[in-house]
T-cell receptor, first 116, second 114 residues
Framework: AQSVTQPDIHITVSEGASLELRCNYS??????LFWYVQSPGQGLQLLLK??????LVQGIKGFEAEFKRSQSSFNLRKPSVHWSDAAEYFC??????????????FGRGTQLTVWP | GAGVSQSPSNKVTEKGKDVELRCDPI?????LYWYRQSLGQGLEFLIY????????KSGLPSDRFSAERTGGSVSTLTIQRTQQEDSAVYLC????????????FGQGTRLTVV
């Protein structure tokens, strides 16, 4: 079945530590790939996206993600986490490439806690 | 407007009542999406509008759910005869034309059915 997997439900890191959030997808072709962040009581904010080209993409707030076709992965990273990064992070894919649909399929999310 | 606006932000309703959730997309965005976020199911797609038409309504969970969009702008999601399992956060998103254009999300409507 087609799916987006975020294996880590909850991650805790200390402020200043590095961060990697994992995302794997299972689709026949490479989809468009996204990472969103959701703070409590807020909607989703786009951090970064990958459509094609350079497999290392830079996003907002110092985040980056690397697309690895061989692993069907799109992991999110940040070299030094800030307390304000505490939130829930969602990986999403769009499989209808070339259409106007734009429907997103989401992983279950990873809740990030940052210790001072 | 500056962003996607949803109202109400919170709604508590009794089981069996009908509810209407409203979404005001970003001005000029032709594509509009409804998603549902619940503890057990994560984020699920409900319906997609391109202009006033809904080419994809495959995510609506039952015939108690319906949605419309008028004037290529405001959309209303209606849930009839609400059930407790309808309790969730309903998120609306819009994008300039769908496809690979960025989707902007509203803050959601938290629906609680008691």
């Amino acid at each position: 079945a087609q799916s987006v997997t975020q294996p880590d439900i909850h991650i805790t890191v200390s402020e200043g530590a590095s961060l990697e959030l994992r995302c794997n997808y299972s689709y026949g072709a490479t989809p468009y790939l996204f990472w969103y962040v959701q703070s409590p009581g807020q909607g989703l904010q786009l951090l970064l996206k990958y459509f094609s080209g350079d497999t290392l993409v830079q996003g907002i707030k110092g985040f980056e993600a690397e697309f690895k076709r061989s692993q069907s992965s799109f992991n999110l990273r940040k070299p030094s986490v800030h307390w304000s990064d505490a939130a829930e992070y969602f990986c999403a894919v769009e499989i209808d490439r070339g259409s106007t649909l734009g429907r997103l399929y989401f992983g279950r999310g990873t809740q990030l806690t940052v210790w001072p | 407007g500056a962003g996607v606006s949803q109202s109400p932000s919170n709604k508590v309703t009794e089981k069996g009542k009908d509810v209407e959730l409203r979404c005001d997309p970003i001005s000029g965005h032709t594509a509009l999406y409804w998603y549902r976020q619940s503890l057990g199911q994560g984020l699920e797609f409900l319906i997609y509008f391109q202009g006033n038409s809904a080419p994809d309504k495959s995510g609506l969970p039952s015939d108690r759910f319906s949605a419309e969009r008028t004037g290529g702008s405001v959309s209303t999601l209606t849930i009839q005869r609400t059930q407790q399992e309808d309790s969730a956060v309903y998120l609306c998103a819009s994008s300039r034309r769908g496809g690979d254009t960025e989707a902007f999300f509203g803050q959601g409507t938290r629906l609680t059915v008691v």
